[in-house]
């Protein structure tokens, strides 16, 4: 099974910048896909972007523009640069991976953006 290693979060000012990294370890099949959701307090969970084996990738409307998602595949690791961070995006990010097999979830990493 997979196992993810996320960090990076943490607190930052409005209009700063954070990049999340999220590493897949263990025993897992090929993967189709790596990404980013995030739920903030009292909201349900949702996607921030995503990436799929062939390069494609998706991005929520309100990630579009400041957040890229990229991935190194010799190192089974996923990023997530996180630019002009505003409060609203204040929430616990989760790296999720789907393999053939299955599918992983990180611990999550705290991301509060606040003055």
């Known amino acids: 099974q997979v196992q993810l290693v996320e960090s990076g979060g943490g607190l930052v000012q409005p209009g700063g910048s954070l990049r999340l990294s999220c590493a897949a370890s263990g025993s897992f099949d090929r993967i189709a896909a790596m990404g980013w959701y995030r739920q903030a307090p009292g909201k349900q969970r949702e996607l921030v972007a995503r990436?799929?084996?062939?390069?494609?990738?998706n991005y929520a409307d309100s990630a579009k523009g400041r957040f890229t998602i990229s991935r190194d595949n010799a190192k089974n690791t996923v990023y997530l640069q996180m630019n002009g961070l505003k409060p609203e995006d204040t929430a616990v990010y989760y790296c999720?991976?789907?393999?053939?097999?299955?599918?992983?979830w990180g611990q999550g990493t705290q991301v509060t953006v606040s003055s």
């Open positions: 999720n991976v789907v393999t053939v097999s299955e599918v992983a």
């Open positions: 990436i799929f084996n062939g390069g494609s990738t």
